[in-house]
C-alpha cells in the first residue's frame, strides 16, 4: 500500500495521555470498536481495554461523553507530542555536519564551488531552532578540522596527519552554533573552494575522515553528510577497484554487487547506535565501489545521491542536478533519533523490511533521521487462519523528535478487508506497490544469490500469479494470455524493471550505476520509483491542440501518454519523457521549425545546442503551454527535475533509447514477445 | 582329537592392539566431556535467538514507552556473543573428529563427518566481515534467516545429545571389550 506523501492537514494531538491498548501498546484509531462508552476493544489484539476519563471529554467540540468523536479516532493519520516518559534523553538539536573531499580530484570535478555556494544561500533555510549546530571536516591523504569558535577573527584550520589513530585536535568549538558562529561559517564557506586549487594530493582518507566525524558526533548525535570524489585509497576502509570492464555486457553472473569490507557497515551501525546518520554524495567519474560505500547510508537510515561523471564544466546537466538536489536536501524537513514500529492483526506477522534503517527488533526499526523522500517496503505473511475476521489493520509508529526539538509520534493505520475468494484478491490487487516490492525483493536476491536468480523470480512471479488466475478464476480456455482488470499492466512492468539498469544483462551498465540503481529501488517511495521503472512518454510539438484543465489560473495541457516505443516517436515530433529525475526532450530531425523556434528559442533544428538544459521564455502560445505542462510535472514533486533536450547525435540519446521498453534490443524481447514467453511457460 | 597336556600360549605382554583400546576409552572419554560443552553452546544459541525474536510480544509492563530499551540491544549484543563461541564450537568439533581419525575409530568417524562438512560450509558461505563470525546484525532480524538459525539450533542440540549417549555407550563398550 502507498500514502499519498501530502497530508494537508494533519491533527496534532497535544493531551496528557495517550490512550494505547494496554497488552499490544497499540495507539486508538478509527478502526477499534468501542463497547458501551467506556470500554474500548483493540483492534489488533482483540483486547478489551478501559476509556480514560481524560478521554471522554472532546476538546474541538467541548462535549462530554463522546469519545468517538475525539480527532484520534476521527483520522487515520494523527500525531502525538510524546510526553517525557518517550525520551531516553532531552529532544536533541540539529546538528550537520559536512566531510568534503579535496583531493586533487574533487578539484578538478569542481563540486566544491556549488556545495559551498548552495550552503551560503540555504544557511538561514536549513532545519532547526536556536540551538542548532554545524560543522565542517575535509579530507585528502590528512584529515583537516576547522576551528569556528565565536569571537576568533577568522576560522582556523587544524590539520591531523596521524590517520592510523585519528583523534579530535580540539574538545569542543568544532561543531558550534549556528547563530553565534555565523559570520566566521560564511567566511569558511567563502574561502573554502580556493584554498585547495594548487593540491597535489590525489589519495582519499575517507574511512579515518568518518572516523573522526563519529567521534564528533557521538554526543549528540545528527546527520553527517559526505561528499567523495573518488575511491578511497588511504587508511581504514580502504577500497580496491573491482570492476573488471569487459565484464559490463555479461550475460552470465554479475559479480561485486555486495560490500567488499564490513567497515562501512560496524561504521553505520556505530552511527545508528549514536543517532547519526549518514548522507553520501558521490560524485566520481571511475569506479568507485559504491557497494562498498553505500553500506554506510544504508543501515545508518541515510540517503544515497550519485553523480556519474560530475564535472562542473563539462557536464552541466549533473552540475545544475546537484544544485537542485543540494537545495532540496538542506531545506527539507528532517526528524531526529527515530524509531518506528509496526504493528499488525493478530494472524499476520511481519517478514521483511525493505529500505535505510537498522532493523532492531522483529518489528521496530531504528532511524537516525527521518526524513520525507524515503520509501520503505513491508513484508508480511499470514501466519494462522483468518476466516473469522473481516477487517485487518496496520498501524506504523513514528517517534521522533523534530526539528525544533519537540518529541513527536506519528501514527497511520490501514484497515484492509479479508475476502474468501480468489477473483476478489486479484480485483484488489495493486500492481504498482506488488511491482514495487518484488523490485526491493528482486534487489535482495541479487545480492545474496545471484542477478540471473533475481530475474527468474521475477518473470515466475508473473507466470505464477496468472497461471493461478487463469485455472481458478476464469472459466476461458488454456490458450488465451488472461490477467484480471487490476493486473493487466503486471507483465509490461516486470518488463520494464528487467530491462532497468538494476537488473539488465546483455546491456553494457557500469558497476556503480548498476548498484545505484538498486539502492534506489530499495529507498525510493512508490511514486517515484514507478515513473523511474515505466517513464511517461508524451508528444509536446502540438500541444496546442490537446484538451488543458485550470490549475491556479494556468491552463495546463493534457497531451496523452504515449506507449514507450519507437514506433511512437515520428520525425516530425517532438516528444517528453518524465523519468522522475530527469526529463528527456528529444526532437526529431524533421520537427517543424514553427516549433523548434516558439518552444526552444532556435531559428532550426541544426541550430539547436548539444547541451539545451532550460527552456527560454518565448512569447508565443505554444511556448508558454510547454513551459506550463513542464512546471506542471514539476509541481507534482518534490525533487525538481533537470531538463535536457536530445537531438539525434547526442550522447544521452542512449539513455533515452534506453527508456523504450516496449522494443526488441539485442539483449532483451520486445513487449509482444514477453508476452508470448509467459504464456508458454504458462500453458506448459 | 586335540592330545591333553599342550600347553596354552601364555597371555603375552600388552601388544599395540592393546594400546589402541585404552587410546579408544580415552577420546570416548574426552569426547563425553567436549560434548557437554557442544550441549552447553547449542542451548546458548537456542535461547539467545529465542529472545531475540518473542522481543515483539511486548508483555503487560510498567515501562509504558515505545523506545527500544536498553534490554533489547544487549539482546542484539548477546548474539554477537554467540558468534564469539560459533568459532570455539568448530574447533572442538574438528579436534574430536581427529582424534577418532588417530585412534581409528571408523564408525565415530562416519558419523561425525557429515557436521564437519556442515560446519565447512556455513563458515564459507557467511556474509562478508572482518572479524570471524557467522552472524550479520543487519540481516539477522529477517524472519527467514531468524527461523533458520532457531532450527539450526535445536538440530544440533538433538544431534549433539545423541553423540552424548553414544559416545557414552562407546566407552563403555571399549572399555568392557578390552
Not at chain 1, 243 to 253: A, F, G, L
Not at chain 2, 58 to 67: R, Y
Amino acid at each position: 500500500f502507498y500514502y499519498s506523501s501530502c497530508v494537508i492537514q494533519l491533527p496534532v494531538i497535544t493531551s496528557s495521555t495517550i490512550v494505547r491498548c494496554r497488552s499490544c501498546r497499540t495507539y486508538i484509531n478509527p478502526f477499534v470498536s468501542f463497547i458501551d462508552q467506556r470500554r474500548w476493544k483493540c483492534n489488533l489484539c482483540y483486547r478489551v481495554n478501559d476509556v480514560p476519563e481524560e478521554f471522554m471529554y472532546n476538546p474541538l467540540t467541548r462535549s462530554y461523553g463522546e469519545p468517538h468523536k475525539r480527532p484520534e479516532v476521527q483520522n487515520s493519520t494523527v500525531e502525538f507530542i510524546a510526553s517525557s516518559d518517550y525520551m531516553l534523553r532531552p529532544p536533541q538539536p540539529a546538528v550537520y555536519l559536512f566531510v568534503l573531499d579535496v583531493s586533487h580530484n574533487a578539484v578538478e570535478a569542481g563540486y566544491l564551488t556549488i556545495v559551498c555556494q548552495s550552503l551560503l544561500e540555504n544557511l538561514d533555510k536549513l532545519p532547526g531552532d536556536s540551538r542548532t549546530r554545524i560543522g565542517f571536516i575535509t579530507f585528502d591523504s590528512t584529515v583537516q578540522f576547522y576551528n569556528l569558535q565565536e569571537g576568533l577573527s577568522q576560522p582556523q584550520m587544524l590539520i591531523v596527519s596521524d590517520i592510523d589513530d585519528i583523534f579530535l585536535p580540539t574538545p569542543d568549538s568544532l561543531l558550534v552554533n549556528l547563530h553565534e558562529s555565523k559570520e566566521l561559517i560564511k567566511d569558511l564557506l567563502n574561502a573554502l573552494p580556493n584554498m585547495f586549487t594548487n593540491t597535489r594530493e590525489t589519495h582519499s582518507a575517507l574511512g579515518p575522515a568518518l572516523q573522526a566525524a563519529f567521534k564528533l558526533m557521538s554526543p549528540t548525535g545528527g546527520r553527517i553528510s559526505v561528499f567523495q570524489t573518488q575511491l578511497p585509497s588511504l587508511g581504514a576502509g580502504l577500497l580496491h577497484s573491482r570492476e573488471d570492464p569487459n565484464q559490463r555486457s555479461s550475460t552470465k553472473v554479475v559479480q561485486h554487487l555486495g560490500p567488499a569490507t564490513d567497515f562501512y557497515k560496524k561504521l553505520a551501525l556505530d552511527c545508528s547506535g549514536q543517532q547519526t546518520a549518514v548522507d553520501l554524495f558521490l560524485l566520481s567519474s571511475q569506479y568507485s565501489d559504491l557497494a562498498s560505500l553505500a553500506c554506510m547510508s544504508k543501515y545508518s537510515a541515510g540517503c544515497i545521491y550519485y553523480y556519474p561523471s560530475f564535472h562542473r564544466s563539462h557536464n552541466p546537466a549533473q552540475a545544475e542536478k546537484l544544485q537542485k538536489d543540494l537545495k532540496r536536501y538542506l531545506t527539507r524537513k528532517i526528524g531526529f533519533e527515530a524509531v518506528m514500529r509496526i504493528r499488525c492483526t493478530k494472524g499476520l506477522s511481519i517478514h521483511t523490511f525493505h529500505g535505510n534503517f537498522f532493523v532492531r527488533s522483529t518489528d521496530l526499526l531504528s532511524l537516525a533521521n527521518v526524513n520525507p523522500d524515503a520509501g520503505f517496503a513491508v513484508q508480511m505473511s499470514i501466519e494462522e487462519s483468518l476466516t473469522d475476521t473481516s477487517l485487518v489493520c496496520f498501524q506504523t509508529a513514528l517517534l521522533y523528535t523534530s526539528s525544533k526539538g519537540e518529541r513527536r509520534i506519528r501514527v497511520h493505520t490501514l484497515c484492509l478487508p479479508v475476502v474468501s475468494s480468489l477473483a476478489d484478491v486479484y480485483a484488489g490487487a495493486d500492481v504498482q506497490a506488488v511491482v514495487c516490492l518484488l523490485a526491493n525483493m528482486a534487489v535482495d536476491r541479487s545480492v545474496s544469490s545471484s542477478l540471473s536468480d533475481a530475474r527468474d523470480a521475477l518473470v515466475n512471479a508473473v507466470v505464477d500469479s496468472l497461471a493461478a488466475y487463469m485455472s481458478t478464476a476464469s472459466n476461458l480456455q488454456q490458450s488465451m494470455l488472461i490477467a484480471p482488470n487490476s493486473l493487466k499492466l503486471f507483465p509490461l512492468y516486470i518488463l520494464a524493471l528487467l530491462k532497468q539498469k538494476a537488473f539488465r544483462t546483455g546491456t553494457s551498465t557500469r558497476l556503480d550505476d548498476r548498484v545505484y540503481a538498486m539502492c534506489q529501488m530499495k529507498s525510493q517511495p512508490l511514486v517515484h520509483l514507478m515513473k523511474m521503472i515505466h517513464p511517461n512518454l508524451y508528444r509536446i510539438d502540438k500541444l496546442i491542440d490537446e484538451s488543458t484543465i485550470h490549475v491556479n489560473d494556468r491552463v495546463v495541457p493534457q497531451p496523452p501518454l504515449q506507449k514507450l516505443s519507437a514506433e511512437k516517436l515520428t520525425r516530425e515530433g517532438a516528444f517528453l519523457m518524465d523519468c522522475g529525475s530527469i526529463f528527456y526532450i528529444w526532437i526529431g530531425k524533421n520537427c517543424s521549425n514553427n516549433f523548434i523556434k516558439d518552444v526552444l528559442g532556435y531559428p532550426n533544428y541544426a541550430s539547436v545546442p548539444q547541451k539545451m538544459t532550460q527552456l527560454p521564455e518565448v512569447d508565443a502560445l505554444s511556448s508558454e503551454r510547454t513551459r506550463s505542462f513542464i512546471s506542471w510535472l514539476r509541481d507534482s514533486r518534490p525533487l525538481s527535475p533537470v531538463l535536457q533536450v536530445i537531438k539525434d547525435e547526442n550522447p544521452a540519446k542512449t539513455d533515452f533509447f534506453q527508456h523504450l521498453i516496449e522494443d526488441r534490443t539485442e539483449a532483451a524481447f520486445s513487449y509482444y514477445e514477453f508476452l508470448l514467453n509467459i504464456q508458454q511457460q504458462i500453458c506448459k | 582329537m586335540i592330545a591333553p597336556g599342550i600347553p596354552r600360549a601364555a597371555p603375552g605382554p600388552p601388544g599395540p592392539a592393546a594400546m589402541a583400546f585404552t587410546f579408544a576409552a580415552f577420546c570416548y572419554m574426552l569426547a563425553l566431556l567436549l560434548t557437554a560443552a557442544l550441549i552447553f553452546f547449542a542451548i546458548w544459541h537456542i535461547i539467545a535467538f529465542d529472545e531475540l525474536k518473542t522481543d515483539y510480544k511486548n508483555p503487560i509492563d510498567q515501562c509504558n514507552t515505545l523506545n527500544p530499551t536498553v534490554e533489547k540491544v544487549k539482546k542484539i549484543k548477546r548474539v554477537k556473543i554467540a558468534l564469539k563461541l560459533v568459532l570455539p564450537e568448530y574447533l572442538i568439533h574438528a579436534f574430536f573428529c581427529v582424534m577418532f581419525l588417530c585412534a581409528a575409530e571408523w564408525l565415530t568417524l562416519g558419523l561425525n563427518m557429515p557436521l564437519l562438512a556442515y560446519h565447512i560450509w556455513r563458515y564459507m558461505s557467511r556474509p562478508v566481515m572482518s572479524g570471524p563470525g557467522l552472524y550479520d546484525p543487519t540481516t539477522i532480524m529477517n524472519a527467514d534467516i531468524l527461523a533458520y538459525c532457531q532450527k539450526e539450533g535445536w538440530c544440533k542440540l538433538a544431534f549433539y545429545l545423541l553423540s552424548f549417549f553414544y559416545y557414552l555407550y562407546g566407552m563403555i563398550y571399549v572399555l568392557v571389550s578390552s
